[in-house]
Nanobody, 125 residues
Framework: QLQLVESGGGLVQPGRSLRLSCAAS????????IGWFRQAPGKEREGVSC????????NYADSVKGRFTISRDNAKNTVYLQMNDLKPEDTGIYYC??????????????????WGQGTQVTVSS
């Protein structure tokens, strides 16, 4: 059974850091491209970052470029999103998504078939 589980969210003050994890079960991550997305209240889902199945390509939304870093540890079957210098605008539910045999990188949600349930990130003083 394919399953993605996000963890690592929480409440953090502006300027602090969080590291989100996306753990996969039922499949091996090395065959999947992975995207991170977020959705704030009243707003459309936004692509944050992505990494291709071979890790040959990564991409970031302009709003997080230079602050967020996506990485994967295939031995742990986990993808990470390191979020530094967090801002209130980063608040939202963060989802990871997977697409099989996808050695490309897209920030469009339609490019992914499998989704986790999300983890809440709240950036507030």
């Amino acid at each position: 059974q394919l399953q993605l589980v996000e963890s690592g969210g929480g409440l953090v003050q502006p300027g602090r850091s969080l590291r989100l994890s996306c753990a996969a079960s039922g499949f091996t991550l090395d065959y999947y491209g992975i995207g991170w997305f977020r959705q704030a209240p009243g707003k459309e889902r936004e692509g944050v970052s992505c990494i291709s199945s071979s890790s040959s390509s990564t991409n970031y939304a302009d709003s997080v470029k230079g602050r967020f870093t996506i990485s994967r540890d295939n031995a742990k079957n986990t993808v990470y999103l390191q979020m530094n210098d967090l801002k209130p605008e980063d608040t939202g539910i963060y989802y990871c998504a997977a697409e099989p045999l996808f050695d490309q990188c897209t920030l469009a949600g339609a490019g992914y078939d499998y989704w986790g349930q999300g983890t809440q990130v709240t950036v507030s003083s």
